[in-house]
């Protein structure tokens, strides 16, 4: 399921990331690859506040819905 609509407070484990070579290196700088554990902490519109590791990220919709957990 895309990330926007992934119950908030659970952690999830990214099964794709469906983007462009330039975005996936993008994500893989901020800690997001195929097999990470990420959670939402919110969703507003589509767009959805994640911690990753030991940090927390801000999404847009478009970038957000091209992770699948």
């Known amino acids: ?14 099964k794709k990331i469906l983007a462009d070579e ?3 290196r993008h994500f893989e700088n901020l800690g997001i690859t195929i ?21 927390r990220l801000a999404l847009d919709k478009t970038l957000a819905m091209k992770i699948l957990v």
């Open 22 to 24: 330039k975005n996936k």
């Open 35 to 55: 097999g990470s554990k990420i959670s939402v902490l919110s969703e507003v519109g589509g767009s959805v506040i994640i911690k990753v590791k030991e940090g």
């Open 1 to 14: 399921m895309p990330l926007p609509i992934a119950p908030a407070g659970e952690e999830l484990t990214v």
